[in-house]
């Protein structure tokens, strides 16, 4: 009579797992189209569908999508039901793909300087693991 409850757990966890993934990109999404539509709004930002080539500018963007990435994979860290590193991971590899498809999108669209997209991709290792170790720390401590 286990059987039922393994297999049970097993689909608990397995959910459990998508959502902690899921939510970090759902929650790093809002923010980061949010920030986006605040700064247009402000027009500090040119129209959407505007290129975009000022330095500068560049650097914000990438200052707060970064920001918003250790925020995603710390949410990843802290919601997943084992094995937080990994769950980080598998984040990090779903963002990188997305993150070098972008980048290539944006090569052919012509919407700015070509280091941004490259180091927004790049960025996805390097904040994925300080958000994971941050998230671990919390879940260690009981928090």
Not at 25 to 41: E, M, R
Not at 64 to 92: D, E, Q
């Amino acid at each position: 009579m286990t059987i039922p409850l393994t297999q049970q757990g097993t689909r608990s966890t397995t959910g459990r797992s998508i959502w902690s993934v899921a939510a970090a990109f759902i929650v790093v999404f809002i923010l980061s189209l949010g920030t986006d539509q605040v700064l247009h709004v402000m027009k500090v930002y040119p129209p959407w569908g505007e290129p975009m080539w000022s330095p500068a500018l560049n650097l914000l963007a990438l200052s707060y999508r970064c920001v918003f990435g250790v925020l995603g994979s710390y949410i990843t860290a802290r919601l997943a039901p084992h094995s937080p590193m990994k769950h980080v991971w598998i984040g990090a590899a779903i963002g990188f793909v997305l993150s070098a498809a972008g980048a290539i999108a944006g090569m052919k669209m012509n919407l700015g300087p070509v280091w941004y997209p490259v180091l927004l991709a790049l960025s996805v290792v390097p904040t994925s693991w300080i958000g994971g170790r941050a998230g671990m720390r919390g879940v260690r401590a009981g928090v």
